[in-house]
């Protein structure tokens, strides 16, 4: 399996002249992706490989002494891979962007654009209520969250409130191109996340 870490910059259009198309694609910046830790399953039960990006300026000491030897770095994230592919991963290895292939399918997970406070025709794409017919002002309201029966609401409800803002992952986008001197990768498509966000990138079978 693939994997890497990368900020997004933006989204632009590529034109493709073998089909005489347009594309939507989203840029992804991924310099400076290094292997920090190799997790195997013997010490620590599971098989994964941890990799830092980015710098930050201030550290605390556990930081310090667990990045001991390399930059520190101001994210780390963990990509589980099975035991046989292991081998291929030392501490401090740089992890670059020609390791993925035009054609290549991804899936790429991050925080979501946060949207603020929202209603549930926004939130969850309820229809709302009748437009005519003697109502008034409910429009746009939730209508009923329950009945008699179990005198409550029940929890997970859908309701108004925060939208946007989790973690969600996007799959099936393909690698349409790769700079490997810029270290960006073409994602047609776009990705979660604001310009600037973190957002992790994975092959799909």
Do not use: C
Request: net charge positive; glycine share 14%; aromatic share 6%.
């Amino acid at each position: 399996m693939k994997f890497i870490l990368g900020k997004k910059i933006g989204m632009m259009q590529l034109f493709d002249a073998e089909t005489l198309r347009v594309s939507p694609v989203t840029l992804i910046e991924t310099k400076g992706n290094v292997v920090t830790q190799v997790r195997t399953k013997e010490r620590d039960g599971y098989s994964a490989v941890q990799v830092g990006f980015g710098s930050r300026k201030k550290a605390s000491r556990a930081l310090t002494g667990h990045y001991a030897g390399l930059s520190v770095f101001r994210v780390a994230r963990e990509f589980r891979i099975p035991e046989s592919e292991l081998s291929g991963y030392k501490r401090g290895n740089a992890i670059e962007t020609t390791q993925f292939n035009k054609g290549d399918k991804v899936m790429v997970s991050g925080i979501s654009m946060g949207r603020g406070f929202a209603g549930a025709v926004k939130r969850h794409g309820f229809h709302g209520g009748p437009k005519t017919h003697g109502q008034k002002g409910s429009h746009r309201r939730v209508g009923s969250i329950g009945s008699t029966t179990p005198q409550r609401v029940l929890k997970g409800t859908r309701m108004a409130g925060h939208m946007g803002q989790i973690r969600i992952s996007v799959k099936g986008l393909r690698v349409v191109d790769i700079s490997p001197d810029d270290h960006v990768l073409f994602l047609r498509g776009a990705v979660p996340g604001v310009t600037g966000a973190l957002v992790e990138i994975r092959t799909q079978k």
